[in-house]
């Protein structure tokens, strides 16, 4: 059993229910049919919001420990007092004294270079999924000489850690290094329950975890790498780490984060990554970059030493490095 009297655990466990929450009722009060296409107003509030609360919890707790988040508040410091005005109402909402110059100063406390001992957070992980009222999480994970140590994936939308379910308990799912990965519904009720992976062997009857996002990958390398595993299933799209919950739970047995041809330079954020690796270790999976290599923590904000992800159930992953290497040829 995950030891959950861990003061770090229990603060990861704490901080991203509590952010989760807010998260919802920032989608609840601002997304809506008549939200714009290319309206990230919403997305961009709950980013905010969810930065400025973990990392004023954090400075409280556990006030020696850096903070490497996704957001900085330039922007609303520069120009958007109407947009830091309504971060900080969400924020006094849990924090009732939060002014908005405290909330611009806590956001800006994710912007620090990673140190030998630091926690990750991605505050909203599927910004697409986040608008459409699908999956999204908030993704925090503690790291130490580069090796990721506890992860925490708060999903509103996720249930049983694997059921894609808008309005319903969510997920919480956590890990910590040996000790295994857990959920429980997001408000916590009901017990912590163990996740593990597919015990699923068989390449052709793989189930495939894509992103909804096309920009996200190389759609044609993806095909072809279905094909030569011989994969006949329709792929489970879904946005975020939230996927790396639902591998754990043994619903899907390959993620792939391929190299779009739009950005052949591109490195993955440590934030994007973080949690869900462990969470996938922890329930009996295996992750790596595409070359095989482990994800490398250690090289500030990116993983600057890795090309990609690529997670599995452990058993199909040989031979999903070996279709990656026979597409590439």
């Known amino acids: 059993m995950i030891d959950l009297n861990n003061p770090e655990l229990k603060f990861a466990v704490d901080a991203v ?22 309206d990230r107003s919403p997305v961009s509030v709950a980013d905010y919001v969810v930065q400025a609360l973990i990392a004023q919890q954090l400075e409280t707790a556990f006030p020696d420990t850096q903070l490497v988040g996704e957001e900085d508040a330039g922007v609303l410091r520069a120009a958007e007092t109407a947009t830091l005005e309504r971060v900080a109402g969400f924020v006094a909402t849990a924090i009732p004294a939060a002014t908005t110059a405290q909330v611009a100063d806590w956001i800006d406390l994710g912007t620090r270079q990673p140190s030998s001992r630091y926690w990750t957070l991605d505050p909203i992980d599927g910004t697409k999924g986040f ?80 992103s909804a996002e096309a920009a996200h990958t190389d759609l044609n390398a993806m095909d072809e790498i279905a094909q030569h595993l011989g994969v006949g299933a329709e792929p489970v799209r879904m946005d975020s780490q939230a996927k790396y919950a639902v591998l754990a739970a043994g619903e899907g047995e390959l993620l792939f984060r391929l190299i779009s041809p739009k950005m052949p330079d591109y490195k993955e954020k440590i934030w994007d990554q973080a949690a869900g690796s462990l969470i996938v270790e922890e329930a009996g999976g295996k992750i790596t970059d595409l070359d095989g290599k482990p994800l490398n923590f250690k090289h500030g904000r990116t993983l600057a030493e890795n090309r990609g992800v690529l997670a599995s159930n452990g058993h199909l992953h040989k031979a999903a490095l070996e279709a990656i290497r026979a597409v590439e040829a």
């Open 131 to 210: 608008l459409r009222r699908e999956q999204y999480a908030v993704a925090l994970a503690l790291i130490e000489e580069g090796q990721v140590q506890l992860a925490a994936l708060g999903c509103p939308n996720l249930a049983a850690a694997h059921e894609m379910q808008a309005g319903g308990p969510g997920s919480l799912v956590i890990a910590a290094r040996d000790q295994g990965a857990w959920f429980q519904p997001l408000q916590g009720k009901g017990a912590w329950q163990s996740l593990q992976v597919s015990p699923q062997s068989d390449r052709t009857r793989a189930r495939l975890l894509r």
């Open 17 to 38: 229910r509590q952010a989760a929450s807010l998260a919802a009722r920032v989608q609840a009060e601002m997304v809506s049919p008549a939200l714009t296409k290319n």
